[in-house]
């Protein structure tokens, strides 16, 4: 399979127009349309009906069985029952779970928004096909890519990014402000800024 560490421009723009549409459809008792950060889980639940839950990463593995083999799970998307799990761990960390577990919401529920078709099916996201704590970018499957980007652009809608950003520039007080905004990591806010001024 082939393997990305980004997006060409115009896929990205498509996944971003579909965030846009998305967030002009939430309902106003989910989201008021300005406030931030954006209520991810409040969406995958109330618009899409997918009931996230919280769960250990040995649950995870029995679902998954043989086709992940090494590395930790982040999150399951199980189509046929209508759930996404959340590493519990990861989810109570206390430096960076809140937004790990933001993340990974976004990222299965792109998963569910992009590529569900057909029978129920189940999509994982592992430590290696998320965000990532580094700093450089690992090529992914791109289906994983897209469900990252997805997340991102719902994490982080570009016009309020845009709004935020002081002169185009990213200096460390922007990402910082930003990544309080809209309670996302430090590499995913970089990422986002970057994958903007790419499709600008």
């Keep these: 399979m082939k393997k990305v560490t980004s997006l060409e421009p115009e896929d990205a723009s498509k996944i971003e127009e579909s965030v846009g549409e998305i ?14 950060p954006i209520p991810v889980e409040e969406i995958a639940r109330e618009v899409y009906g997918l009931r996230v839950c919280r769960v250990s990463h040995d649950q995870m593995k029995e679902v998954v069985g043989d086709r992940i083999t090494d590395g930790t799970l982040s999150g399951l998307l ?17 430096e960076w779970g809140p937004q790990r577990k933001r993340f990974t919401v976004g990222h299965e529920l792109g998963h569910f928004v992009l590529h569900q078709r057909g029978p129920a099916a189940i ?3 592992s430590d290696d096909a998320d965000e990532g704590l580094g700093t450089e970018p690992t090529p992914r499957a ?9 997340s ?22 922007s990402i910082a402000a930003l ?4 309670q996302a990591s430090d590499k995913a806010t970089r990422r986002r800024v970057e994958t903007l001024r790419v499709i600008d």
């Design 23 to 36: 967030l002009e459809m939430i309902p106003s008792r989910v989201w008021n349309g300005r406030s931030l």
């Design 78 to 94: 199980l189509t046929g029952i209508g759930e996404i799990w959340i590493n519990e761990e990861e989810a109570a960390h206390p």
């Design 123 to 125: 999509f994982c996201r």
């Design 142 to 150: 791109i289906p994983e890519v897209e469900a990252n980007t997805f």
């Design 152 to 173: 991102a652009a719902l994490m982080m809608p570009a016009t309020f990014v845009r709004a935020e950003m002081r002169d185009g520039q990213s200096d460390e007080q």
């Design 179 to 182: 990544m309080a905004r809209f």
